[in-house]
């Protein structure tokens, strides 16, 4: 508690910090509502601007642009019917008829009460969650924590969208390329092909920008560039208070269930929104419609997405987990600034934990403040030449690639992976696995080998509570898709054979 | 294979009753490559054996067994495609590669080397300028953009303040020494 007034007081009180806070949020919103660049590639592209200050300001920044892309998503699912990350897609449904019937202002403003509410709700749950499973976590050793991060990376693996078996090989790719570069213990090198600057490693700032960013750029460059104009004016702001509190009990249940689903590694905001839109459409089946401009679909939506925020970094923060993309890419940065997340992370820097929990309530705070003021001007940004926009990436993938080490070899890194990111797009493969185990590999490497060498044998992972039961959930996770083959044969084999 | 693969890893369209395509046997390819590109290195080299310290599996444990898991993986994702595609009596292509497609990709990646390669003799501030001028264009004419007089001025212009405002942004911002 008192470290969370500090916290408080040295973040508002400190202008560079909160002049970070509002620009990174804005940029946040700004990169969020374009159609084209998702959270991850927003915070990807302005990780390398944190190297330089302090980890508490770092994450004021990085947090800001999280929080702010995940709103900025709902501006151009609301306004030209396109998500502008994958936690909007739902709010398109309902936003978008509104937006047609001359009410987009109205239903801007919907999402943006939702939004900042299941926001509030998951930052509840980070603050209040986080330092039980924290305190929990310290039952962990290196047995618990290497099965974790199998556990965590058949979870990423499920969770990514296309063929969970070709995410399984992605994954397992990028704990190859986290084994790159001299072995911890040994100090010997490993896949450095006779390149010394890959005895280092590889760096998960230029890989990240070139995954999420440069990837992104050859994959539009495919097909012409279409400029969506936003469909309707804005016309009236506010809805009326009476059907905004109609919504309340939608608010509060697709927020709980967003907090949850953020919590569970790997879910995501996608699958959250999914859930608590779901959830509503079912329980209003009989008196509502949904789908055609009803304000309750925008928030069950928006509360869900945002409410994920707060829940997903609970285990980023707790046991180094990350939930999504871009959490994975918070990891990068909070490893860059020389902290392990885990649970020593709420022992040994606690204001650290606190800086997060103001920064976040900040930015949430920043985010409504912000969006409401200029609801205007970010309408008019869809329409903005696109050239300024990509040409303006491009660059930033280089300059910043670049900045992580000053070395050039880090930009050809960039390349490398947008150009492998790119062909694993034109085939099939999901590239999010890569990054996570790109993230967990090394995680995964030194826990499973301190264990052999500790415990001398295998048999460990067996005889542990925790090891067992989740080597049993990764079990159940990597057969899932297979008993659902089987149920929908069965169920296929049952429709041919008739009603008999 | 999961029901996504049963999908088809490439498309939205379902294959249950169809061929499977050609990018998916590609796929499975591709991370034959990989492993084997990954176990040459392994091979090669005298100081990464298995075991050689006690209990310590050595550094190259688990580079083998995600070399192994890649490998078999990707085999075994040829050969399930193979399987349906005898099955089906076809594969079909699914359009992906194409020059149509590929050869601005192909260019972006291409001036980029170069661009990095051009860093050092150039100076970055004037090799990112070089870099912006025709993408600044090909992004334009990509977006339906018409190359009127103003746009001749204009454009320049464009990718003059773009590459000069992120480059004073790093190197007065954050300082960052730029070749």
Known sequence: MTELLHATVAILTDPVTMALAVVSTLIGIILGALPGISSTMTLAVLLPFSFTMEPGNAMVFLLGAFYGSAWGGSISAILINIPGTPGSMLTQLDGYPLAKQGKAGVALTYALIASTFGGIIGWFGLVIFAPTLARAGFAFQSPEFAVLMIFGLSMLAYASPGSTFLAILSGMFGVLLGTVGLDMITNLSRFDFGVPRLQAGINIIPFAVGIFGLTEILKLLEQRIVTEKAATQIGEIWPRFRDVARTWATALRSSVVGLIVGIIPAAGSAVAVSMSYAQEKKLYEKTETFGNGNPRGIVAAETGNNAAVGGALVPLLTLGLPGDTMTAVLVGALLIHGLQPGPELFTKHPDFIATIYVALALTIILTFILSLALTRAFAKLLSAPPRILYLGILVLCVTGSFAVQNALFDVLLMIFFGAVGYIFLKLGIPTAPMMFGLVLGPLLEENLRRTLIVYGDWSVFFQRPITVVLLLITAVVLLLPFFGKVRERLARAALEAGPD | ?179
């Not at chain 2, 599996?57 to 085999?75: N, Q």
């Not at chain 2, 590929?102 to 080397?113: E, N, T, Y």
């Open chain 2, 1 to 179: 294979m999961s029901i996504d693969q049963e999908r088809g890893v490439a498309g939205t369209d379902s294959v249950l009753a169809g061929p499977p395509r050609l990018v998916e046997f590609a796929a499975g390819a591709v991370f034959v490559a990989i492993a084997l590109i990954a176990s040459w290195s392994l091979w090669t080299d005298p100081y990464l054996e298995l075991g050689k310290a006690g209990d310590d599996p050595g550094p190259s444990f688990i580079p083998w067994i995600g070399t192994t898991v890649i490998g078999l993986g990707g085999l075994a994702q040829m050969a399930w495609v193979v399987f349906k595609a005898v099955k089906a009596g076809t594969i079909k292509t699914s359009g992906e590669f194409v020059l149509a497609k590929l050869w601005l990709p192909a260019l972006l990646v291409v001036s980029l080397i170069i661009y990095q390669q051009a860093m050092k003799p150039l100076g970055f501030l004037t090799a990112s300028i070089i870099f912006a001028l025709p993408w600044v264009a090909i992004f334009h004419w990509r977006s339906g953009g018409a190359f009127t007089k103003r746009y001749l001025i204009q454009l320049p212009v464009e990718a003059v303040l773009i590459t000069g405002g992120i480059y004073s942004l790093f190197y007065y911002g954050i300082n960052v020494p730029f070749p």
